[in-house]
């Protein structure tokens, strides 16, 4: 059963598609203020919730990353049924899998908000694939949040299933080598205040990639759920001038 208010949602618009995907451990709630912006700007909105989120944590425990991407194609075909153009965007490890399927199908452009290059470094990463049988959940630290609000009710997993770092690392090894083949325009979007994902990650993926129409965004008062910060505003009106900027469609 999914968790209330973290169901994905789908707001009908223009030919213009926009296909929002949120990060590990969280659900489509904390990409639905994004949807609702975007709607409002006349596009049709879809916002996916990736295979084991939003449910329960040891649903996770069944997925691969490929399960992940594979939710991202779900929702690209069901949005291509009601657009003519696709944009893909997602937060952190949405934000990976927003880059990775830059490769697999026509689009118009990718937005990577919050996205890490790597995992920072730990010397039990390595091991986790013995580990995990002792040590099945890793625990979030405090949580680090600009809008209070927000935060209270703020849907994710309480803690990350160990068995899913370990998909997680695999698919930003995906994601390093894939970049250099990703040629579409890309808006990237980080908060030098993220704790959660360093800043120099967006710096390290601005190089990696191979598209010649490239961008950053740096948001300076927002943590790493941007989409939920005080500066969301901001970087929802450079994701609309984003497409804009990339789209011979009316909205």
């Not at 890793?138 to 949580?143: A, F, L, M, N, S």
């Not at 160990?162 to 808006?187: G, H, M, Q, S």
């Amino acid at each position: 059963m999914i968790i209330p208010t973290a169901e994905p949602f789908f707001f009908p618009g223009g030919p213009i598609g926009c296909l929002l995907v949120h990060g590990f451990t969280g659900s489509p709630k904390e990409m639905r203020w994004m949807g609702e912006y975007l709607a409002e700007q006349g596009y049709t909105v879809l916002g996916v919730r990736l295979a084991g989120h939003a449910t329960q944590p040891d649903d996770m425990l069944h997925c691969r990353w490929q399960d992940w991407l594979a939710s991202v194609e779900d929702g690209y075909h069901l949005l291509r049924g009601a657009s003519e153009e696709i944009f893909v965007m997602g937060l952190s490890m949405g934000g990976v899998l927003s880059l990775l399927f830059a490769n697999q199908r026509p689009l118009a452009g990718v937005v990577a908000m919050s996205t890490p290059y790597a995992l920072p470094p730990d010397p039990l990463l390595p091991y986790l694939r013995w580990l995990h049988r002792i040590r099945p959940r890793v625990e979030k630290g405090p949580p680090d949040w600009h809008n209070p609000d927000a935060a209270r009710d703020h849907v994710d997993y309480p803690y990350y299933p160990t068995r899913a770092i370990i998909e997680l690392n695999k698919l930003l090894t995906e994601l390093r080598a894939a970049l250099p083949a990703v040629k579409i325009p890309a808006l990237l979007i980080h908060s030098r205040a993220d704790h959660g994902v360093s800043p120099e990650n967006m710096e390290h993926i601005y190089a990696g990639l191979g598209s010649a129409d490239k961008q950053m965004l740096w948001l300076e008062n927002s943590s790493h759920v941007i989409t939920r910060e005080p500066e969301r505003l901001l970087a929802f009106n450079a994701v609309h001038q984003f497409i804009q900027s990339h789209t011979h469609k009316n909205p």
